[in-house]
């Protein structure tokens, strides 16, 4: 057993490599944070935008339409 300590950054970039060479390629992309104040905020007034809209029982069915799974 190799009793060297490896580097948090030679370790990533073994792990790195490794999934590579199993045909894997790394993506990183950033996303709202669902948990934070504002992002609630902003979810509550666009779904009364829509709750509020003309079109409001033909946006709620189309929801339910895709939706619905085959396993249901």
């Avoid at 950033?30 to 033909?58: G, K, N």
Wanted: glycine letters at 2%.
């Amino acid at each position: 057993m190799d009793s060297t300590v490896k580097s948090p950054r030679v370790r990533a970039r073994e792990f790195r490599e490794r999934q590579r060479a199993r045909g894997l390629r790394e993506i990183r992309f950033w996303v709202p944070d669902v948990r934070t104040e504002a992002f609630r905020a902003e979810a509550r007034r666009q779904s009364l935008v829509v709750a509020m809209s003309e079109q409001e029982d033909e946006d709620q069915a189309f929801v339910d339409a895709v939706s619905v799974w085959n396993d249901e």
